[in-house]
């Protein structure tokens, strides 16, 4: 089966960091894309940033560009999300997703091309 665990949310105070772990399995880890998504209350689910397994192409959405950092451990079936300098803004709960079919024209950030989704990890940062 096909499964996502996300793990590693807390609260933080602004300005500090945590890092967001996925364990994935029930894959053909050759050929797969992982992306980190949030939402916060009474928005839209947002891509944060997406890996590929195959060739480790990276994306990050603007807002977390430069504070964020996404990694794989292709070994271990894990990716991580190291987050760092948060904000306020960053509250929200975080998941991880899984393309299992991946296009050469993959954008990473659109929740629509993922057809995997793991549970939620919280992820509050206070003021």
């Known amino acids: 089966d096909v499964q996502l665990q996300a793990s590693g949310g807390g609260l933080v105070q602004a300005g500090g960091s945590l890092r967001l772990s996925c364990a994935a399995s029930?894959?053909?880890?050759?050929?797969?894309?992982i992306g980190w998504f949030r939402q916060a209350p009474g928005k839209e689910r947002e891509g944060v940033s997406g890996?590929?397994?195959?060739?480790?192409?990276?994306n990050y959405a603007d807002s977390v560009k430069g504070r964020f950092t996404i990694s794989s451990d292709n070994a271990k079936k894990m990716v991580y999300l190291q987050m760092t300098s948060l904000k306020p803004e960053d509250t929200a709960v975080y998941y991880c997703?899984?393309?299992?079919?991946?296009?050469?024209?993959?954008?990473?950030?659109?929740?629509?091309?993922?057809?995997?989704w793991g549970q939620g990890t919280q992820v509050t940062v206070s003021s």
């Open positions: 890996i590929s397994f195959s060739d480790r192409r990276i």
């Open positions: 029930g894959f053909t880890f050759d050929d797969v894309n």
């Open positions: 997703a899984a393309d299992s079919h991946p296009t050469g024209g993959s954008y990473y950030l659109d929740q629509y091309e993922y057809d995997y």
